[in-house]
């Protein structure tokens, strides 16, 4: 019975300490690009995150770097627009409501100026304005939050927290570019 | 794992309008999150089996729970975990728009209590359009192209997207005017509808042959995004207007030589003939982190020969787009044909340096033998030394008119604000009033840059001020009675002589306009000059100024500066200081002029030696509630101005 109960504990030990294995070494896995890459960005290990989710970074240039950043950006921008249909059913007071639409137009701003014109600058060749777009994307993520100052607690900060970090990111990486 | 005081608890005390909350909760990122602990190893110890069995179970369930751990941790945010608070500072909640490595101030606005609160209305961003700068109707704009005077109008061509505020789809837009100022919109004269340019309509030029036909040469990118040079030529050459075009169908003339990055050869120039009869033109590139510039010969720009070595190259400036050549005389008061050269001419050699949105330019000689151009100044080179504008102002082009003999700059000036703006008001970009381009003969190392003088036809209503005093730390109201969205300024400035003489050694070393605190930081000798599209209370300000320093052994330096840190209450505006030094001679009175046209300004000092372009978004100081002021900020030197203000007509844009 002791001895059931030891192997069982033995390879759960096991497992276990392959998971943190591998764990760590995805890390050292990184391709160097990627590693250096982000460490000329403001967050370091959000852009590593960020990167690692696409199985594309494996085999990318800059250029393709860039995109994928990029994409996080577009992605979250969806989440925040997600986030503002969800918060919106509340009823909240006029102030609230005005807020949030402002953070609906600088989202869809994002979306249908910011992003496009990053993935568009970046695969026709002309990375000055991706880098714009993602500036502006930082920007309204900014002002989407600053809708909400002096009028209550912002619904969206996580939010708008992650597209300001993960634009900064893409800004950094498209400056490689220029 | 970083210990970290949960942020959010602080965000809900915080007064301020501006503070973003930093917590915030990273994305799948295993090496952040320890969860995973080596599990306890003292179960590998034989124990009597009445303290092993709860000992294993115990056990087992950590093991289990660390599993589930691991497993699930990318796919649930930790919230213990948040990013370092580097963003507490207000000074970095508005980024720059343009590279931070230019050192620009990132002063945010601090609303006062009861300040609108931020939203753009339809009246503030209708007031935005400008009166009398070329924009088309509505949509994108970026690159000016092809400009050139045909058959008795002026042409000019631009990058445009037709379907929305933001770049994209591009095509080439078009315009014509028979004085600069007031144009007719024609139709597009080129759409991304070749695979050879489906990818972009891009930048471009003209050029007249000897037999006065024209034709264009202009970027394309292709279906796989190559850049590539193509080439078009008006439909109906007796057309004056230029309405249709043909574009040639053996394009692309040109791709990317060996050596050169396919997306690193674009915006090709004016073509000039060469001693040998050839035509030349030159288009800018990039070899690892040098810019550089590529030279082409052409008898009949559909077959083109590389020359040798580049016209010239400058390391650590990155791409060079939009590139130019011209000449200047240093000895008579006019322009010079794009193929000039000889003894009393210079040529500039200007880029546009993608890394940082600014426009370059050097003087130097070009040697039409060997292709080759030499800086006067190569520790002033082109991309390291002067810029046309000390603004927004990029992918500046000339062209020679040969009606008038001048040489006329054209240069895209974007918005600094949001794209949710431009996109909510239906437009974005504008352009700069062309300038004229004279060597100046005063310094020897400037060009003058100064607007068409056809934009002096605008002028209506005039006041003049003669010799107003402002004192040390004084505003004067300038009572101009009009409007004041749209006027002409010209100003002279005289510092009390007393003060400048007997001062000593001011911040000689340290000032320069973007790090300074703009017009809020007081020297002796300065700053003075001019608020505009400022409200009675200067809430909203937008000062324009001199600023003098002087060093121990007298030597003075002139600083002349657009401070936008205060231009508005919106957060979602640029707020940056732009500004440089301009060269000021023995005798020579300061002097400024400023063309204000909603939210666009153009400053010029001392006759267009140093340039500023600007755009201002207010949110009060607009229609009636704007004014100008005279305002003296120094703390020792009384200051008298003369000005003569006019307010400036629109000049409509006919369909």
């Known amino acids: 019975m002791m001895k059931i109960l030891i192997s069982v504990i033995l390879l759960i030990i096991m497992v276990v300490q392959t998971y943190a294995e591998s764990a760590s070494a995805s890390q050292n896995k990184d391709p160097p690009l990627v590693v250096s890459t982000c460490k000329n960005t403001p967050h370091y290990r959000l852009c590593l995150a960020v990167l690692r989710r696409s199985p594309r970074s494996a085999k990318a240039d800059v250029w393709e770097l860039a995109l994928i950043a990029v994409g996080a950006v577009k992605t979250e921008a969806e989440r925040a627009m997600d986030a503002i249909k969800k918060v919106r059913k509340g009823g909240e007071g006029k102030e609230v409501a005005a807020a949030l639409k402002q953070c609906e137009e600088v989202y869809d701003a994002v979306l249908e100026g910011d992003v496009q014109e990053a993935e568009e600058g970046l695969k026709l060749g002309d990375p000055k304005f991706a880098e714009n777009g993602m500036a502006d994307a930082v920007v309204e993520a900014d002002s989407c939050e600053g809708g909400f100052a002096g009028v209550g607690k912002s619904p969206l900060s996580r939010v708008n927290s992650a597209v300001h970090d993960i634009a900064e990111v893409a800004r950094a990486i498209i400056r490689n570019l220029l | ?55 294993m179970a115990v056990l087992l369930v950590v093991a289990l729970f660390s599993v589930v751990a691991l497993v699930t941790n990318g796919n649930k945010p930790n919230p213990m975990v948040s990013t370092p608070p580097e963003s507490q500072q207000p000074e970095n909640m508005i980024p720059s728009r343009r590279g931070e490595t230019e050192g620009v101030s990132l002063k945010s606005f601090r609303p006062l209590l009861g300040a609108p609160k931020y939203s753009w209305t339809k009246k503030l961003l209708a007031w935005q359009k400008t009166g009398f700068h070329f924009q088309p109707k509505k949509n994108w704009m970026n690159d000016p192209n092809g400009p050139v005077f045909y058959k008795g109008w002026y042409h000019f061509f631009y990058q445009y997207n037709p379907y929305g505020a933001v770049w994209g789809n591009i095509a080439w837009g078009h315009a014509v005017s028979r004085d600069l100022i007031h144009w007719r919109h024609l139709p597009m004269a080129m759409v991304p509808d070749d695979w050879y340019d489906i990818n972009g309509v891009w930048t471009g030029s003209a050029t007249i042959l000897e037999d006065g036909r024209l034709v264009m040469l202009y970027t394309g990118s292709t279906n796989e995004s190559v850049q590539v ?183 895209w000036i974007k918005e600094t604000d949001s794209e949710n703006a431009d996109i909510q008001k239906g ?39 003669d010799k107003v005093e402002a004192k040390p730390g004084s505003i004067v109201p300038l009572h101009v009675g009009f409007a004041t969205s749209q006027l002409d ?167």
């Open chain 2, 489 to 655: 300024i010209v100003a002279e400035f005289e510092v009390d002589k007393v003060a400048l003489e007997s001062i000593n050694d001011t911040d000689h070393t340290t000032y320069s306009c973007p790090t300074s605190h703009g017009a809020a930081q007081r020297g002796a000798l300065g700053p003075f000059g001019l608020l505009v599209h400022t409200d009675n209370h200067q809430t909203e300000q937008t000062p324009v100024y001199f600023y003098i320093s002087k060093d121990t052994e007298g030597n003075f330096k002139t600083f002349f500066c657009a401070d936008h840190s205060r231009s508005s209450e919106a957060i979602d505006v640029d707020k940056a200081i732009y500004g440089s030094t301009v060269p000021v001679l023995e005798g020579e009175k300061l002097s400024m002029r400023i063309l204000v046209d909603h939210s666009i300004i153009e400053s010029f000092a001392q006759g267009g030696r140093t340039c500023i372009t600007s755009r201002i978004y207010p949110m009060r100081a607009v229609y009636e509630n704007a004014g100008i002021f005279l305002f003296n900020n120094a703390t020792d030197a009384t200051i008298t101005a003369s000005l003569h203000i006019w307010q400036m007509s629109s000049a409509y844009a006919h369909s």
């Open chain 2, 1 to 55: 794992m970083q210990k970290m005081a949960f942020p959010g608890r602080h965000a809900l005390h915080e007064p301020s309008h501006s503070h973003i909350p930093s917590s915030y909760a990273p994305l799948l990122d295993p090496a952040t999150t320890s969860a995973f602990e080596a599990p306890d190893r003292q179960c590998r110890r034989r124990r009597s089996s009445v303290v092993a069995l709860p000992l």
């Open chain 2, 229 to 411: 040079q193509n080439l078009a030529y008006p439909a109906d050459p007796l057309d004056p207007l230029l309405v249709d075009w043909v574009k040639y169908p053996g394009n692309p003339v040109l791709v990317p030589p060996p050596g050169i990055g396919s997306k690193d050869f674009r915006d090709p120039t004016t073509a000039w003939l060469t001693p040998q009869g050839k035509w030349r033109f030159i288009i800018g590139s990039k070899l690892n982190k040098t810019g550089i510039s590529l030279v082409y010969d052409t008898k009949d720009f559909k077959t083109y020969e590389l020359l040798n070595g580049l016209l010239h190259s400058v390391p650590g400036t990155g791409m060079w787009e939009c590139v130019d050549i011209f000449p200047v005389s240093k000895i008579v008061e006019n322009g010079l044909d794009t193929g000039e050269n000889g003894p009393g001419v210079k040529h500039v050699v200007k880029t546009s340096l993608d890394d940082d949105r600014n426009d370059y330019y050097a003087l130097g000689t070009y040697d039409g033998e060997t292709g080759k151009w030499i800086p006067d100044d190569p520790i002033n080179d082109v991309g390291i030394g002067l810029r046309y504008d000390y603004g927004i102002f990029y992918a500046s082009k000339t062209f020679y008119d040969q009606e008038k003999k001048r040489r006329v700059l054209w240069g």
């Open chain 2, 427 to 465: 437009w974005a970009s504008v352009q700069a009033i062309p300038r004229t381009i004279l060597f100046d003969k005063k310094t020897g190392t400037n060009i003058l840059q100064w607007p068409v003088e056809e934009v002096e036809r605008l002028r209506m209503s005039k006041k003049v001020f």
